[in-house]
């Protein structure tokens, strides 16, 4: 649609979280809720959109200040909050100037909304129909669905002939009224001259002493004008999220369709109802997830390539054919291809590891450099250093980063070998091809090809226990 513009309400508290945090900001598959709908105007094209505020504007504005993402967005205040109608008030200034087209009004709380049912909410409101006996546009096209269980939504009233004639909110239901089971979804498209011209006429004549947005309804249809609905037929796409159970469920409708997405793009998941894959996250073909597996943030992970069950991995870039053994948990690295990770491995923040490299069982890795196909198998630290191609680093060996104040790197060149229970003291540069002894505490640096041991040479002292009288009755 050529030209709209578009409001999104986002101010209220949404009491029924019982939280602190504005309702809107709660996330959903990795996101804010209130990312969904104001990503989808981006799409859509959106003239301009004003994004109504009031608790929590400040950490509201804030999740969604950058401006090359969102660069058409603007905020308004509305304080206090008395309402959906009130804060369309609160928008309309923001507005001013923007005439001949429509307004698109979405809320922050309906996060499933799609692109498809947008564009059929547009189509209806392009549609002619008669209005007293003359054929006229609406003025103001909505969405309801039919649902089990109303209560909460504001019900769908309509006349003798099934047109909509007004919306009566669920505190102000009349007994009678109390079983429509056909609501309001929250999602309009106005006609801008009617929105303006009729904000004012919005009265507090109710139950909750608020201006309520979809009075525009009765406004309309009480001046002759004409006002369409678009019946969707999901409800789950169309829920509000008012409390954490309605949270939970948005978030579970909403794995389920990016499960769905990955599977039919390729993706073998073998428990979709168990597999935690954020909004966003890139997964290639032939790649399987196995069951209790967590994706997030800004994920991609290469094709052929498995995660076993109960790991997680965060922001981090997978190559192709790598394997991340069960109870694994992987935050901001990068992986080459043909790695293996865990079981049970850590990768914190910023860890570049090279093809083949291989990771394994209780090995802590942090803002380390790992070249290609070096190994670290077993119960291994390494924080702050750059391990070059071919390394091996035998079982328990750490880098002793840390002074207490101070971080310091350890640079081991390719090739080179470290042996078992080594201590290497950062800061430190082993030299290529060079050799550990394993058991070894390294303070300086070792030339390429030396072998450096820094272990008391063994004694023996023969018949010791015998002659301590330590020798025990069997
Ligand atoms: C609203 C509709 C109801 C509809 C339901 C669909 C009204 C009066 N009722 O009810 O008909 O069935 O949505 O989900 O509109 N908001 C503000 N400023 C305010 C009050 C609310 O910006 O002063 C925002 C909220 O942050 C929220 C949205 O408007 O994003 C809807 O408000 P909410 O209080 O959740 O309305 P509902 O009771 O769900
Ligand atoms: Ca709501």
Same mark, same amino acid.
């Given at each position: 649609?050529?030209?709209?513009?578009?409001?999104?309400?986002?101010?209220?508290?949404?009491? /029924?979280?019982?939280?602190?945090?504005?309702?809107?900001?709660?996330?959903?598959?990795?996101?804010?809720?209130?990312?969904?709908?104001? /990503?989808?105007?981006?799409?859509?094209?959106?003239?301009?959109?004003?994004?109504?505020?009031?608790?929590?504007?400040?950490?509201?504005?804030?999740?969604?200040?950058?401006?090359?993402?969102?660069?058409?967005?603007?905020?308004?205040?509305?304080?206090?909050?008395?309402?959906?109608?009130?804060?369309?008030?609160?928008?309309?200034?923001?507005?001013?100037?923007?005439?001949?087209?429509?307004?698109?009004?979405?809320?922050?709380?309906?996060?499933?909304?799609?692109?498809?049912? @947008?564009?059929?909410?547009?189509?209806?409101?392009? /549609?002619?129909?008669? +209005?007293?006996?003359?054929?006229?546009?609406?003025?103001?096209?909505?969405?309801?669905?039919?649902?089990?269980?109303?209560?909460?939504?504001?019900?769908?009233?309509?006349?003798?002939?099934?047109?909509? +004639?007004?919306?009566?909110?669920? /505190?102000?239901?009349?007994?009678?009224?109390?079983? @429509?089971?056909?609501?309001?979804?929250?999602?309009?498209?106005? !006609?801008?001259?009617?929105?303006?011209?009729?904000?004012?006429?919005?009265?507090?004549?109710?139950?909750?002493?608020?201006?309520?947005?979809?009075?525009?309804?009765?406004?309309?249809?009480?001046?002759?004008?004409?006002?369409?609905?678009?019946?969707?037929?999901?409800?789950?796409?169309?829920?509000?999220?008012?409390?954490?159970?309605?949270?939970?469920?948005?978030?579970?409708?909403?794995?389920?369709? @990016? !499960?769905?997405?990955?599977?039919?793009?390729?993706?073998?998941?073998?428990?979709?109802?168990?597999?935690?894959?954020?909004?966003?996250?890139?997964?290639?073909?032939?790649?399987?997830?196995?069951?209790?597996?967590?994706?997030?943030?800004?994920?991609?992970?290469?094709?052929?390539?498995?995660? +076993?069950?109960?790991?997680?991995?965060?922001d981090s870039?997978?190559?192709?054919?790598?394997?991340?053994?069960?109870?694994?948990v992987i935050e901001s690295s990068k992986?080459?291809?043909?790695?293996?990770?865990?079981?049970?491995a850590r990768l914190r923040p910023e860890n570049t590891i090279?093809?083949?490299?291989?990771v394994?069982?209780f090995v802590e890795v942090k803002k380390t450099r790992i070249g290609?196909?070096t190994?670290a198998?077993?119960l291994t630290y390494l924080g702050d250093s750059v391990i070059g191609?071919?390394v !091996?680093i035998g079982?328990g060996t750490i880098t002793c980063n840390y002074d207490g104040i101070r971080k310091y790197i350890t640079r081991i060149g390719?090739?080179a070998?470290i042996g078992?229970d080594s201590q290497l003291i950062a800061p430190l540069t082993v030299g290529k091809?060079a050799?550990i002894?394993?058991g070894s505490t390294i303070t300086k640096d070792v030339p390429a090809?030396a072998?450096a041991?820094s272990?008391?040479?063994?004694? @023996?002292?023969?018949?010791?226990?015998?002659?301590?009288?330590?020798?025990?009755?069997?």
């Open positions: 649609m050529k030209n709209f513009a578009a409001i999104v309400l986002a101010a209220g508290k949404g009491t /029924r979280m019982k939280s602190v945090r504005a309702k809107v900001l709660h996330p959903i598959c990795g996101r804010p809720m209130l990312y969904y709908p104001l /990503r989808l105007l981006k799409e859509l094209g959106a003239k301009k959109t004003v994004v109504v505020v009031g608790y929590g504007a400040d950490e509201v504005k804030g999740a969604f200040k950058d401006s090359r993402k969102w660069g058409k967005l603007k905020f308004c205040i509305q304080s206090p909050q008395l309402g959906t109608g009130h804060a369309l008030m609160c928008a309309s200034k923001e507005l001013k100037g923007f005439t001949g087209g429509d307004v698109l009004i979405l809320s922050g709380d309906v996060p499933l909304i799609t692109r498809q049912t @947008i564009k059929a909410l547009m189509k209806i409101h392009r /549609r002619q129909g008669t +209005e007293g006996g003359r054929k006229a546009l609406p003025v103001l096209s909505l969405i309801s669905t039919l649902v089990d269980d109303p209560t909460g939504y504001g019900r769908v009233i309509r006349d003798a002939d099934g047109r909509v +004639e007004r919306i009566v909110e669920d /505190r102000d239901l009349e007994a009678s009224e109390r079983a @429509i089971n056909e609501v309001n979804a929250g999602i309009y498209l106005v !006609n801008s001259a009617f929105l303006f011209a009729n904000l004012k006429r919005l009265t507090r004549k109710n139950v909750q002493g608020e201006y309520y947005l979809p009075d525009l309804v009765a406004l309309a249809t009480d001046q002759g004008k004409r006002v369409s609905a678009l019946t969707h037929f999901d409800p789950e796409e169309v829920m509000g999220v008012n409390n954490r159970q309605e949270l939970a469920k948005a978030a579970s409708i909403m794995r389920r369709n @990016i !499960n769905t997405e990955l599977m039919l793009g390729g993706v073998t998941i073998i428990d979709p109802e168990a597999t935690y894959i954020d909004y966003g996250v890139r997964v290639g073909r032939d790649t399987t997830i196995h069951p209790n597996v967590h994706l997030l943030g800004s994920t991609v992970m290469g094709k052929g390539s498995t995660v +076993e069950e109960g790991s997680r991995i965060a870039t997978l190559g192709d054919g790598t394997v991340v053994k069960s109870f694994s992986i080459g291809k043909g790695v293996s990770i865990g079981p049970f090279g093809d083949g490299a291989r394994g069982n290609k196909g190994k198998n077993h191609s071919d !091996n079982a390719d090739g070998f078992s091809d050799y002894g394993s090809g072998l041991l272990r008391p040479a063994q004694k @023996i002292l023969k018949d010791w226990v015998k002659k301590k009288g330590l020798k025990k009755r069997r």
